[in-house]
Structures are given as C-alpha cells and as structure tokens.
C-alpha cells in the first residue's frame, strides 16, 4: 500500500524545482496533495496534471491571512492535514554585510524564516485534529556555517534549526514530529539561475569536483529523504537535522588518481 493513502499534504512553494519534486512524490505514494505558491498559472497547471487528488492554493508563506486561508481549504479539500512541507525559500542577490540593505535582510528573514515560523503555527490546530502529523522545514547546508556574502539567507537558515527544534518539543505530545532537511548544491532554477538583483548565480561559485559524491543534487535526492521523515517508518524521529549536500560538508575529497 501506498506510504500516504489516505494523508493529506501540503507543500508550500510547490511550483518550483524542489517543490514540484515533493508535490509528484507525495501523490505517487498515494497522498492528496495540496500545492501552495504563488504562480496561480503553473500551479494550477500542475494539479490539473495531477487529478483529483491534488489542489492548488494561492499561498504567501509571509502573510498571516494567507495562511488562515490555506490551512482551511486543505482540509475541506481533503477533510485533514497531516503533513507540512515548509518549502518555500528566497535567495538574497550576494553583497558583504556592509552593502547589504535593510530591506533585503527583512524580505529574506520574512519569507525563510517568518514564513516557516507563520506555517508551524497556523498548521498545529489542523494537525492536532488529525490526530499528529509531521513537519518538514527546508533550511540548507548554509545553516552549518558562514557563507560570505550570503548573511541574510545564512542567518535565517540558523534560525529556522532553533524553530524546529523548539516545534519538535513543543509538539512532540500531541504526536507531531518536526525536523530539518538541510540541502546542498542542488540542480533547480533556484541555484542555476541569479537571484533578483544579482549578475551570478549560487551554481557559479561551486565546482562539484572536490565533493565525495562529485556530482550536483538532484531534487529527488532531497524528495526521498523527505517521503521518510513525513512517514510512519520515522515515527521516532523528531527535532533531527539531515544533510543532503554529497559530502560538501566534510571538505574536499582526494583526487581520483591520489586515491
């Protein structure tokens, strides 16, 4: 049987790389669906792809209202909430701290972390209705340590690992799991493509060469681990951080010929 028959879904930033990996994923392994972002055009394309079984729901990750709308029309889509993928991010165009302006700092804190912090909190009367549930929170490997250029995205992907291990004990009794998926360089417009404001991208200043595993990410990469933290096979495991990055993280690898 299917790991999410009968469970709903809801992933926001659903419409771009990751997110449309997630979305399909889910609904392969039999769950409803519920695509939240804020391309109405792509979104909608895509639940129409999917069936029935999946929804499309304008969704600003940084607006309480917004929330208060999407949360409800889950549930009468599908009649529960049972997991939350809080997917949706922004990149800040690079500049050191000093040329970094107000307004860049607070639209990256608002959608990466303020917005992971407003879906916590409006998605735990849903799920406590369904009985428990689970929480995703996408960070990056940029929460493990300094990125120059970078500040505003590092120090909200910092501050979303204290929200989710805050959630996961606040939460833990009423059998909702929270955790942290902390992705790499992975293949998606996100990383290929300038963020606003910028000439280059995130791709440009990584060479997979030295990594143990020398190739980009894919989103399924993060997808599968994803499907297990939301599942019933990881019922014991809250308030985690996992690393998807090929071992970017542990330095560079020996050249093949020095092996």
Do not use: C, K, Y
């Given at each position: 049987?299917?790991?999410?028959?009968?469970?709903?879904?809801?992933?926001?930033?659903?419409?771009?790389?990751?997110?449309?990996?997630?979305?399909?994923?889910?609904?392969?392994?039999?769950?409803?669906?519920?695509?939240?972002?804020?391309?109405?055009e792509r979104g909608a394309a895509l639940a129409d792809e999917l069936g029935p079984r999946a929804h499309f729901v304008h969704l600003d990750v940084t607006e309480e209202s917004s929330w208060a709308a999407a949360v409800p029309a889950a549930e009468r889509a599908f009649g529960s909430l049972d997991v939350l993928?809080?997917?949706?991010?922004?990149?800040?165009?690079?500049?050191?701290?000093?040329?970094?302006?107000?307004?860049?700092?607070?639209?990256?804190?608002?959608?990466?972390?303020?917005?992971?912090?407003?879906?916590?909190?409006?998605?735990?009367?849903?799920?406590?209705?369904?009985?428990?549930?689970?929480?995703?929170?996408?960070?990056?490997?940029?929460?493990m340590g300094g990125t120059a250029h970078y500040a505003p995205y590092v120090a909200g992907k910092w501050a979303v690992r204290g929200?989710?291990?805050?959630?996961?004990?606040?939460?833990?009794?009423?059998?909702?799991?929270?955790?942290?998926?902390?992705?790499?360089?992975?293949a998606t417009p996100f990383i290929h493509e300038p963020a606003a404001g910028a000439t280059a991208a995130i791709a440009d200043f990584y060479s997979p060469e030295p990594f143990a595993v020398p190739r980009l990410g894919e989103p399924t990469d993060v997808t599968r681990l994803l499907l297990f933290l939301t599942s019933s096979e990881a019922s014991f495991i809250t308030g985690s951080e996992y690393v998807v990055d090929g071992g970017l993280l542990l330095g560079p690898a020996l050249p093949a010929e020095a092996a």
């Open positions: 049987m299917p790991r999410f028959d009968n469970q709903t879904v809801l992933v926001t930033g659903g419409t771009g790389g990751q997110g449309t990996s997630h979305v399909r994923a889910f609904h392969a392994e039999g769950a409803n669906v519920v695509i939240g972002g804020l391309d109405a993928v809080n997917n949706a991010g922004v990149q800040n165009p690079p500049a050191p701290i000093e040329h970094t302006d107000r307004a860049t700092w607070s639209r990256i804190l608002d959608v990466n972390l303020t917005g992971t912090f407003l879906g916590i909190r409006a998605a735990i009367p849903a799920l406590r209705r369904a009985g428990g549930g689970s929480i995703v929170n996408i960070a990056s490997i940029m929460a929200l989710t291990r805050t959630a996961a004990l606040e939460l833990g009794r009423d059998r909702i799991r929270v955790n942290t998926i902390h992705p790499g360089v992975i």
